[in-house]
């Protein structure tokens, strides 16, 4: 089926590879692994235009707050603050640290749940956009955050640095790290090199699972949301009934992931809240 | 699938934005449910003194009839008590009276009575003499008479 009027379209692998590349400072796509001279635009930008939403809306809400009969914006935020102070509660049982952790949750809650909720706008509208706007034709644009490692794993890594403080500041530099070579397997000579490694381990593995959940959900998600708009694209190149089957495929197949989607946003955004609270609240807490 | 200095910048978003919700979202709710916890908790005390007050009124009320109920019978017994005294004495006083009047009457007509006795025994004496009179005057026989008179005169 190659004609010439496909060649100008990218095929499949082109498009997706496409949508999977960041607008970074480079220019390019981003060659080596791991390279911190570069940053990703549209993951920074997208994360802090969700968070600056995210506090205006609550924002809103706080203008008009009244400890009489609450408003419908103000019940609402009233119903996520109360699920949200009580998670904190039963996990993390230092009352000085809630001040702070159970804000940090909410935020955390809401911002993820703007990041994620990026995926419900169709997969191409905002690329096409930014091309248009640049005038580059193959310009790169992706629009959620979270389904940037670097944005996940930043958020892991902020609540690993949230562990360490607390862990200082809870058992002391001293106890901490006493804490580190003792447990969890004892204290004895011997163990303390295995339990230091342990203690790495673990938190290597909190971090990066918590981390890469959320970011591989909502890879896989964008992922299946572009294939779902590649049916849709292979209209004009097929022939027979299998174009307008494929359209319809992608109706149908897009509609069920998107709604199936609604679900994940929400439960990753939950997810991810609640595994900051178990770590801080394991942080609190000696072996 | 990359890793760039978007994680640092991620992080401090992350910070900025925890600590906004810190400083500027939380608290003012926090304090908005906690000032309508106090609130509720205020009105179900008040309703709740209004419960204990509305017994202890109720209470007091039937306590105040009662004590109405047995005052007015107290009185009502009393004033039975009192009618019957004044009855009493009334009857008392009116046999007083009457006795009274009754002596007053009989001393008069026993009085009348000695009078009219009086009275006819003058009367009865008046006939007597009145009587005495005219049997006298048929009676009198001169010649015995002189001789009575005679003999009279002789002894004088």
């Given amino acids: 089926m190659a004609t010439g009027h496909e060649a100008a379209a990218p095929n499949a692998g082109e498009y997706v590879v496409h949508h999977l590349t960041q607008l970074n400072t480079s220019g390019h796509a981003q060659t080596s692994i791991i390279d911190f001279s570069v940053i990703n635009l549209d993951t920074v930008f997208f994360s802090i235009l969700m968070g600056a939403i995210g506090l205006f809306l609550m924002m809103r809400v706080v203008k008009g707050v009244t400890s009489g009969v609450p408003g419908r914006g103000q019940a609402a935020l009233e119903i996520l603050i109360e699920m949200v102070a009580n998670q904190a509660k039963s996990i993390v049982h230092s009352e000085q640290s809630r001040k702070f952790v159970a804000p940090l949750a909410l935020t955390v809650f809401v911002w993820v749940f703007l990041m994620n909720s990026m995926d419900f706008l169709p997969v191409d509208l905002l690329p096409w956009i930014w091309q248009h706007l640049t005038g580059n034709p193959h310009a790169f644009l992706r629009v959620v955050p979270t389904a940037d490692l670097n944005g996940t794993l930043g958020m892991s890594v902020s609540v690993l640095l949230l562990c360490f403080w607390y862990n200082i500041k809870v058992k002391g530099l001293g106890g901490w790290v006493h804490e580190l070579f003792t447990a969890p397997f004892g204290n004895h000579p011997l163990l303390y090199l295995p339990n230091f490694l342990m203690q790495m381990i673990e938190f290597l593995a909190k971090t990066v699972s918590h981390g890469m959940r959320l970011f591989g959900n909502m890879y896989a998600g964008e992922l299946l949301f572009m294939l779902i708009a590649l049916m849709g694209a292979a209209y004009g190149g097929s022939a027979g009934l299998t174009g307008p089957l494929l359209w319809v495929g992608q109706v149908i197949a897009g509609t069920g992931w998107a709604l199936f989607h609604i679900f994940i946003v929400v439960l990753q955004a939950f997810i991810f809240m609640m595994l900051t609270l178990v770590y801080i609240g394991q942080a609190h807490e000696g072996h | ?156």
């Fill in chain 2, 1 to 156: 699938m990359n890793l760039n200095a978007t994680l640092v910048a991620q992080i401090v978003v992350f910070f900025i934005l925890a600590w906004f919700t810190m400083k500027f979202v939380w608290p003012p709710i926090m304090k908005a449910l906690d000032e309508r916890a106090t609130k509720i908790a205020d009105g179900l005390a008040a309703a709740e003194r209004g419960k204990q007050s509305l017994d202890l009124a109720a209470k007091r009320s039937a306590e105040t009839v009662r004590e109405g109920k047995e005052k007015v019978a107290e009185v009502l017994a009393q004033a039975d008590k009192r009618a019957l005294q004044i009855i009493e004495a009334a009857k008392v006083q009116a046999k007083l009276e009457a006795d009274k009047i009754f002596a007053g009457e009989k001393a008069e007509i026993e009085q009348e009575a000695a009078r009219i006795k009086e009275s006819l025994r003058e009367r009865v004496a008046e006939l007597a003499v009145a009587g005495a009179e005219k049997i006298l005057r048929r009676e009198v026989d001169i010649k015995a008479h002189a001789e009575m008179l005679a003999s009279i005169k002789q002894d004088l």
